[in-house]
């Protein structure tokens, strides 16, 4: 591990905003990282980890404390057990697009729609990145991570992290600390051996944004290649000459509300339902069982809501900016803040505010931030 001068965040982040810390540690082996974070937390100084720094927003004051850069890269191929398929293990710091690149080079299935997510694969868990229709928990097998609590490393399965719609066990939520603090090492996934020609794709979501009939076939590269598009259609693909670039994706997360409170809202707002938990398994001892089982209770499923709906139709649309401010909603996406040139941290949250002033006031609802926020309240 090397102690590096402390570069301002702003630099490091993909919304350009956050000063330079008090230490700033560069970990280029997994080892390093190891040292390095075993060090910070048994002197007791805060340490911020960062990776590709595009789900971060980090305010103006400096972080009085160590930021650990995880520059680890590598992927390894393994066997699986199940025939037609193989495992890709990739280290903490290694570029998610570049791995999703990678499979797809290699003919195998499981992540090209999630192509240009921006970030780094150690982050891929934690909030459980996913693209029309794909998620990370679904050719997630294990992680290997660094408890904070101990300073031991361990190999986690995937059932073992919590993993939901953009959380998991690890995550840090605006408003609460993670249930278990730890860091990601490695990520090993478990992927089709598809090869290159073309093919059926599976999943609804993924065929209507690609305009695909349900009959449609096409190879990975090519549904790699309609993604990229579409996501720097969106000003989601990272690229220095267009400001719209210059967020943290999606700021606010899509709402999980009840159903009956989803039926307050106009009927033309998009929602899916939520697929609920299955009821735990219902234990009836031999000896006491008198030949009746009571039924379920009966349950409506929890709605997921549109965030850029609610925000566009409580009359902020897209390219909205407060006055003098160098803070606005991406021309392209309205869930995405963005730094237009030299935006505070304070113009970034003041914007925030706003906006879920207005979606409260005219739905409601309180939109959640889905970045990790450092020194920075809402």
């Known amino acids: ?20 810390p008090a230490r700033m540690i560069d970990a280029h082996t997994t ?11 048994s002197d007791g100084h805060p340490v911020l980890v960062l990776g590709g720094g595009s789900n971060l927003f980090v305010g103006d004051e400096s972080f009085d404390g160590i930021v650990v850069r995880v520059l680890t ?11 037609g398929y193989v495992r890709l293990r990739a280290e903490a710091g290694h570029d998610w697009d570049a791995l999703v690149a990678y499979a797809v080079l290699e003919g195998l299935g499981g992540i090209e729609a999630m192509s240009g997510i921006p970030g780094t694969v150690g982050a891929a868990p934690v909030q459980n990145i996913g693209a029309y229709g794909q998620e990370i928990v679904q050719t997630l097998v294990e992680v290997d991570l660094i408890d904070e609590s101990t300073g ?26 993670p249930e278990r603090s730890a860091v990601i090492l490695s990520v ?21 944004a690609l305009g695909l009939e349900p009959e449609a076939s096409v190879s990975l590269g090519w549904v790699r290649e309609q993604v990229l598009a579409t996501r720097r259609r969106k000003g989601m693909v990272l690229d220095p000459d267009d400001p719209d670039t210059y967020s943290a994706g999606s700021f606010f997360q899509n709402a999980i509300v009840s159903a009956s409170f989803a039926r307050t809202l106009p ?3 998009p929602r899916w339902p939520v697929t609920p938990d299955l009821d735990p398994v219902l234990v009836i001892p031999l000896a006491s069982y008198e030949g009746y089982v009571p039924p379920r209770a009966s349950r409506e499923s929890e709605v997921k809501v549109s965030a850029a709906w609610l925000i566009e139709h409580s009359g902020l649309r897209k390219g909205f900016k407060l006055p003098r401010s160098r803070a606005a909603l991406s021309t392209k996406h309205a869930l995405a803040l963005t730094n237009r040139g030299g935006a505070s941290a304070a113009e970034l949250a003041q914007l ?11 739905f409601g609802l309180i939109l959640q931030p889905e970045p990790v926020l450092v020194g920075v309240e809402l």
């Open 188 to 208: 090993t996934l478990e992927l089709a051996v598809v090869g290159h020609a073309e093919r059926p794709v599976v999943g609804e979501q993924l065929r209507t």
């Open 73 to 83: 890269s590598g992927i390894e191929r393994m066997p699986s057990l199940r025939p």
């Open 152 to 177: 031991e490393v361990s190999t986690v399965p995937a059932d073992e992290l919590g993993l939901g719609f953009r959380t998991s066990v690890l995550k840090n939520h605006y408003g609460s600390v």
């Open 1 to 20: 591990m090397v102690d590096i001068e402390p570069i301002p965040l702003a630099q490091l982040t993909t919304l350009r905003a956050g000063a330079a």
């Open 31 to 41: 080892d390093e990282l190891v040292s390095a974070l075993r060090e910070a937390w």
């Open 352 to 362: 925030a505010r706003f906006i879920q002033g207005r979606v409260q006031s005219e």
């Open 267 to 269: 009927p033309e707002c």
